[in-house]
């Protein structure tokens, strides 16, 4: 997919106020510092559409971003910030919920996750919870330039090997480095056959 537009349209905590045609739209969630403002400018071609982060967990907004005047994609606040208070953390969880719960337009959400670390039990409490309320999504290994091959494979090895504990696929995974333009094409790709249906 080529990318010959993309603007953004709106922030807010309310997915009340999220726009209310029915545009396709794709949403980016990840632990902060993952690496997904990073991922979201590779994949838009754009220097600073997402704003990468100085300041974790600062961003607590549903930020909605249009691609190609055809889908959005929608920049979801950082979550497991150890600063953020702990009435933030619970507002965020609601809005979020709320967000994958009731958002119809959601054809499907990206889980990212740093390919270097271990499976984390916060983003594994995440998928689970996606899963169970039956919420599509793949996930995006981030960073893999810092890695090498048999590393990667061993670590995506890991998250197979604990998710088909409970399900009976792995869900879709796309490896990803934003610094060596890694993966990019791979999610648009997707991103464009989920339009096409
Ligand atoms: P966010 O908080 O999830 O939006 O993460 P950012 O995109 O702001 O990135 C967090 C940090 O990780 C920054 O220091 C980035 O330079 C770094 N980073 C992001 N993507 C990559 C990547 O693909 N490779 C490497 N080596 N570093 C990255």
């Known amino acids: 997919?080529?990318?010959?537009?993309?603007?953004?349209?709106?922030?807010?905590?309310?997915v009340a106020k999220c726009p209310k045609n029915n545009i396709p739209e794709y949403a980016f969630i990840g632990r902060s510092n993952v690496g997904k403002s990073s991922l979201i400018n590779m994949l838009t071609s754009r220097k600073s559409l997402a704003k990468t982060s100085g300041r974790p967990g600062k961003t607590q907004l549903i930020n909605h971003f249009l691609i190609n005047e055809e889908w959005y994609l929608v920049d979801l606040p950082g979550y497991g910030y150890a600063k953020v208070s702990k009435s933030a953390k619970k507002t965020f969880q609601k809005f979020i919920t709320q967000y994958f719960a009731l958002r119809e337009q959601l054809v499907t959400g990206f889980v990212l996750v740093d390919i270097r670390h271990k499976p984390q039990p916060v983003d594994l409490?995440?998928?689970?919870?996606?899963?169970?309320?039956?919420?599509?999504?793949?996930?995006?290994?981030?960073?893999?330039?810092?890695?090498?091959?048999?590393?990667?494979e061993n670590h995506v090895e890991d998250y197979k090997n604990i998710l088909l504990e409970t399900w009976e696929e792995m869900p879709n995974y796309f490896i990803t480095?934003?610094?060596?333009?890694?993966?990019?094409?791979?999610?648009?790709?997707?991103i464009d056959s989920l339009n096409a249906n």
Do not use: C, H, R
């Open 177 to 190: 480095s934003s610094s060596k333009d890694i993966g990019k094409e791979e999610v648009l790709e997707y």
């Open 1 to 14: 997919m080529k990318i010959k537009s993309a603007e953004f349209v709106m922030s807010n905590s309310d």
């Open 125 to 152: 409490e995440f998928m689970q919870w996606l899963g169970e309320n039956g919420i599509p999504f793949s996930i995006i290994f981030t960073k893999a330039d810092k890695l090498k091959p048999k590393a990667i």
